[in-house]
């Protein structure tokens, strides 16, 4: 199901990312070869990490012992692809020789930087823009996914293999509370692509060469930091307490989802805490979306909220002197 | 024993980083006492505080904000109302090294809590030891329903220390905006 569900969207977007394939070569090497091109290529332009057989492959890495197998060389000439041979041989600086042979190790590669742009990007028209256009059209899909995602993230003891478009973005295990996250997608956003399925036993074996992390924070921050994900449907007169306040892992928004967090820690509701703070519902329904997702907190009675909120603030002294007092305390932290 | 009238305390476990976290937001050479460690048992660290560490930062209008740190060892006790007295807020770093980190957490928490109400908790050397799971301090934390800020920190890192701050800041501007 998986495959076929990555290969449609593949096919959509085959024309916002670029498509790697990698093939024959070890996965320990292969992580380290996405995570530099994922360095080298710019931001705008989405990787898919695709396989051999897929359509529209715009650039294959392949271990040089099987550049010369008559499936790769006929692959190469019927469909013309630009290929990049990989050796095992490590040298002391990394560096493409000719015919195309690329010796380890990557990191920092100049000469790897260069061939990418010369051979590939250069071949590529700018698509800065388009990959923003695409991410408002989300569709209720994701909102179904989101809400089915949420439920299995309740379950106690299961293991999940999240994905999207460009691939696997972790191995989850709700029982240990833990996230792998791909290497080449640390500091990740996803869409409206998001899905999942249970973990197959391949996966997990890997997991080792995955990035551990702490599920509840990651799904957090994944959901907060991904603007094209839809926040859940969630009326302003609801009442919500989340039970820890997320950590973010962006200095980006922390000084928005710090405030969230004092005002839901109390339970509050949605638009006491959008009036108070003077924030657009979208980003407190935002919040409080992601906080479902990773399992953190629940809606609650009016009875059982415990945050005072004043509808009219009276102006004192004491108040414009605290206000400036924070203002610049913020401005000396720079916060 | 310079008292500044705004003031951010930083208390916890031996070893668990607030020398280190004062030091990477004081604007002043940071005044630590430290003395060689004589208590292997509680932490392996050459060198820890005898006294109090203090470091500084300066504000727009000339005013100062006082960093302190408080020794981790209970005979120091007598000092900690009087530095956390009128304190913005208490910063408590455990170091997740230690045998029984939520006994200490609690035991920290409980002391302090009579202090300052305004409380962030720091959880610091956490890839030091993988074989004990940091989700058990949000499960704590749930369990006792407590609205204290927790983090898993590096107390090297400013911008892990600025994050506890600004927790701070921010639980004092929502509280306070909510009263007013």
């Given at each position: 199901?998986?495959?076929?569900?990555?290969?449609?969207?593949?096919?959509s977007m085959s024309g916002h990312c670029i498509n790697i394939?990698?093939?024959?070569?070890?996965?320990?090497?292969?992580?380290?070869?996405?995570?530099?091109?994922?360095?080298?290529?710019?931001?705008?332009?989405?990787?898919?990490?695709?396989?051999?057989?897929?359509?529209?492959?715009?650039?294959?890495?392949?271990?040089?012992?099987?550049?010369?197998?008559?499936?790769?060389?006929?692959?190469?000439?019927?469909?013309?692809?630009?290929?990049?041979?990989?050796?095992?041989?490590?040298?002391?600086?990394?560096?493409?020789?000719?015919?195309?042979?690329?010796?380890?190790?990557?990191?920092?590669?100049?000469?790897?930087?260069?061939?990418?742009?010369?051979?590939?990007?250069?071949?590529?028209?700018?698509?800065?823009?388009?990959?923003?256009?695409?991410?408002?059209?989300?569709?209720?899909?994701?909102?179904?996914?989101?809400?089915?995602?949420?439920?299995?993230?309740?379950?106690?003891?299961?293991?999940?293999?999240?994905?999207?478009?460009?691939?696997?973005?972790?191995?989850?295990?709700?029982?240990?509370?833990?996230?792998?996250?791909?290497?080449?997608?640390?500091?990740?956003?996803?869409?409206?692509?998001?899905?999942?399925?249970?973990?197959?036993?391949?996966?997990?074996?890997?997991?080792?060469?995955?990035?551990?992390?702490?599920?509840?924070?990651?799904?957090?921050?994944?959901?907060?930091?991904?603007?094209?994900?839809?926040?859940?449907?969630?009326?302003?007169?609801?009442?919500?307490?989340?039970?820890?306040?997320?950590?973010?892992?962006?200095?980006?928004?922390?000084?928005?989802?710090?405030?969230?967090?004092?005002?839901?820690?109390?339970?509050?509701?949605?638009?006491?805490?959008?009036?108070?703070?003077?924030?657009?519902?979208?980003?407190?329904?935002?919040?409080?979306?992601?906080?479902?997702?990773?399992?953190?907190?629940?809606?609650?009675?009016?009875?059982?909220?415990?945050?005072?909120?004043?509808?009219?603030?009276?102006?004192?002294?004491?108040?414009?002197?605290?206000?400036?007092?924070?203002?610049?305390?913020?401005?000396?932290?720079?916060? | 024993?310079?008292?500044?009238?705004?003031?951010?305390?930083?208390?916890?476990?031996?070893?668990?980083?607030?020398?280190?976290?004062?030091?990477?937001?004081?604007?002043?050479?940071?005044?630590?006492?430290?003395?060689?460690?004589?208590?292997?048992?509680?932490?392996?660290?050459?060198?820890?505080?005898?006294?109090?560490?203090?470091?500084?930062?300066?504000?727009?209008?000339?005013?100062?904000?006082?960093?302190?740190?408080?020794?981790?060892?209970?005979?120091?006790?007598?000092?900690?109302?009087?530095?956390?007295?009128?304190?913005?807020?208490?910063?408590?770093l455990i170091d997740h090294n230690n045998e029984a980190p939520?006994?200490?957490?609690?035991?920290?928490?409980?002391?302090?809590?009579?202090?300052?109400?305004?409380?962030?908790?720091?959880?610091?050397?956490?890839?030091?030891?993988?074989?004990?799971?940091?989700?058990?301090?949000?499960?704590w934390i749930i369990k006792n329903k407590y609205a204290y800020?927790?983090?898993?920190?590096?107390?090297?890192?400013?911008?892990?220390?600025?994050?506890?701050?600004?927790?701070?800041?921010?639980?004092?501007?929502?509280?306070?905006?909510?009263?007013?």
């Amino acid at each position: 199901m998986q495959s076929n569900i990555l290969k449609d969207l593949s096919d959509s977007m085959s024309g916002h990312c670029i498509n790697i394939a990698i093939s024959g070569i070890s996965s320990k090497i292969s992580d380290e070869l996405k995570i530099e091109l994922r360095k080298i290529i710019p931001n705008h332009f989405d990787i898919d990490w695709i396989n051999i057989a897929s359509q529209n492959i715009d650039l294959l890495l392949i271990h040089e012992k099987f550049f010369e197998t008559q499936g790769i060389q006929q692959l190469i000439k019927q469909k013309k692809i630009l290929f990049l041979k990989v050796s095992n041989e490590h040298r002391s600086v990394s560096s493409i020789l000719e015919n195309n042979v690329l010796f380890p190790p990557f990191q920092y590669s100049e000469t790897l930087k260069k061939w990418i742009q010369s051979h590939l990007l250069n071949y590529l028209p700018n698509q800065e823009y388009q990959g923003e256009q695409l991410g408002l059209t989300a569709s209720k899909n994701e909102t179904i996914n989101l809400i089915s995602l949420s439920k299995t993230l309740r379950l106690e003891n299961v293991q999940l293999h999240l994905f999207d478009h460009h691939g696997t973005l972790a191995i989850i295990d709700t029982y240990r509370k833990l996230a792998w996250i791909e290497p080449t997608r640390l500091h990740t956003k996803t869409n409206y692509s998001l899905n999942y399925e249970y973990a197959k036993e391949i996966e997990l074996t890997n997991i080792y060469q995955k990035y551990e992390t702490d599920l509840q924070d990651w799904l957090w921050n994944l959901f907060w930091y991904s603007s094209e994900l839809h926040c859940l449907d969630l009326a302003e007169n609801e009442y919500y307490k989340i039970d820890y306040w997320p950590q973010p892992n962006q200095k980006v928004d922390q000084k928005m989802i710090l405030q969230l967090s004092a005002c839901f820690i109390q339970g509050a509701q949605l638009s006491q805490v959008m009036r108070q703070l003077k924030l657009p519902i979208e980003t407190v329904q935002k919040f409080i979306s992601a906080c479902i997702i990773s399992n953190n907190g629940k809606i609650i009675s009016a009875t059982e909220s415990r945050y005072k909120y004043n509808d009219v603030p009276i102006a004192t002294e004491q108040q414009g002197f605290l206000n400036k007092f924070f203002g610049k305390m913020r401005s000396r932290f720079g916060l | 024993m310079i008292l500044q009238q705004y003031k951010i305390v930083f208390v916890g476990s031996m070893g668990a980083g607030k020398t280190e976290a004062i030091k990477s937001l004081s604007e002043i050479p940071v005044l630590a006492t430290e003395a060689f460690n004589t208590d292997s048992k509680a932490h392996n660290k050459i060198q820890t505080t005898v006294g109090i560490d203090y470091g500084e930062i300066t504000l727009d209008d000339g005013a100062k904000i006082g960093l302190y740190g408080t020794p981790g060892q209970a005979r120091f006790d007598f000092i900690w109302p009087l530095i956390c007295k009128g304190a913005l807020g208490v910063i408590i770093l455990i170091d997740h090294n230690n045998e029984a980190p939520l006994e200490e957490l609690e035991s920290y928490l409980n002391t302090f809590k009579s202090y300052n109400k305004n409380i962030s908790i720091g959880i610091t050397h956490i890839d030091e030891n993988t074989n004990h799971s940091t989700t058990i301090y949000r499960e704590w934390i749930i369990k006792n329903k407590y609205a204290y800020p927790l983090f898993l920190i590096d107390a090297r890192e400013k911008e892990h220390i600025l994050l506890m701050i600004e927790s701070l800041v921010a639980n004092l501007e929502v509280n306070f905006k909510a009263m007013s």
